[in-house]
């Protein structure tokens, strides 16, 4: 199979599940053995302490990239600064990459991963990262609560009060401010799509463009992907079961619109770009989100890349696969930034 590429804004694409697992490629197999060999226990076995001091992929990454005898420092091009920013019930730690030169630079608002409850900004620096130094953009890489210590909508308030923050406070951190998107990954996927929504709806700046890596965008685990994927590393369903238990209170919560995307309103929003693995539960999440915003009239642009998994994202410097992701993204961002 090769990667494919729905361009959702004309309505004309369907994609249908193969109903089996795909194959890592070498290159996505090689980080998984690594992930393997730092033998971390069954996140969904865990308490949410323990879960967030297993081993994660951008540890083996790291290991991988010692193996082959390559580069472990970040690559040049932006600095990385540690802030604190206002978030919906007191001040976040945020990363914020600036890329070289004087700007203002365009900004991107970007949330990591981890369903709501493990993870940080740091795990997910790659994907940060990569964004400033190939959309030459400010990032601001913000935590937010995590599950089940506070529950949702805690994590979705906090997304919004750092996007907020952003703009207000753009010219310290060398951004202009008319210039801003969101971006995000997994569980920091919908998170982007959700604030897109919520400046909608309360009337905020509207952001220029959105980029959902393998979002969240509905709330159960019934979908075509989930099946073939059921078992899937390093993402499957039990873990997906885990994270919903943990950030939602009641079955009332999974089908808010702000964890069900595709169950809530799509309209008026920017241009969004989703990316999407083959071998990944949340693969029709994406792909059903980018008909969704169609049908609402706006603009998905949807790619999913074969053979690779959840977490690919900010692998370049082990995985091609994950350098094109990271331009094509970032394309879709300067893109938005110029108009």
């Known amino acids: ?7 959702a804004d004309t309505g004309s694409a369907t994609i249908q599940a193969s109903g089996k697992p ?27 302490d323990e879960a967030r001091k297993q081993p994660t992929p951008t540890d ?6 010692v193996k082959q005898g390559k580069p472990t420092a970040p690559p040049a091009g932006t600095t990385l600064t540690h802030h604190m920013v206002g978030g919906a019930a ?6 914020v990459y600036t890329p070289d030169g004087d700007g203002p630079f365009p900004i991107v608002v970007y949330f990591h991963g981890g369903g709501w409850v493990i ?27 995590s599950a089940p210590e506070h529950k949702f909508p805690a994590a979705h308030d906090d997304a919004v009060a750092v996007y907020k ?27 982007a799509v959700a604030t897109a929504m919520a400046a909608r709806d309360q009337q905020l700046q509207a952001p220029l463009a959105v980029i959902s890596v393998y979002p969240i965008a509905t709330g159960d685990t019934v979908t075509p992907s989930y099946a073939e994927n059921a078992m899937a590393k390093p993402l499957n369903r039990a873990m997906m079961t885990w994270f919903f238990d943990k950030y939602a209170s009641s079955a009332a919560d999974r089908q808010d619109p702000r964890i069900n995307l595709v169950a809530g309103n799509l309209m008026d929003l920017p241009p969004v770009t989703i990316i999407n ?6 693969r029709s999440d994406g792909e059903m989100l980018a008909r969704k915003i169609t ?32 331009s094509y993204a970032a394309d879709a961002l300067k893109r938005a930034f110029r108009k």
């Open 60 to 65: 083996a990454v790291k290991q991988l990239l």
């Open 295 to 326: 049908e609402a009239g706006g603009k998905a642009d949807q790619k999913t890349y074969d053979g690779v998994t959840h977490e690919f994202f900010g692998m370049g410097g082990v995985l091609a696969k994950a350098k094109d992701a990271e």
């Open 165 to 191: 923050w952003a703009i207000a406070n753009a010219a310290s951190i060398k951004g202009d401010p008319k210039r801003v998107a969101l971006a995000g990954e997994s569980a920091g996927g919908n998170l």
């Open 22 to 48: 795909g194959t890592p490629d070498a290159e996505m197999q090689a980080v998984l053995d690594q992930l393997a060999a730092l033998h971390g226990k069954p996140i969904e076995t865990l308490t949410a």
């Open 90 to 95: 007191g001040q976040l730690s945020a990363n």
């Open 119 to 145: 993870a940080s900004k740091d795990v997910y620096d790659g994907g940060a990262r990569a964004l400033s130094i190939n959309a030459h953009a400010v990032v601001i890489s913000a935590d937010y609560r």
């Open 277 to 282: 693995a083959q071998i990944d539960p949340l």
């Open 1 to 7: 199979m090769k990667d494919h590429v729905t361009t």
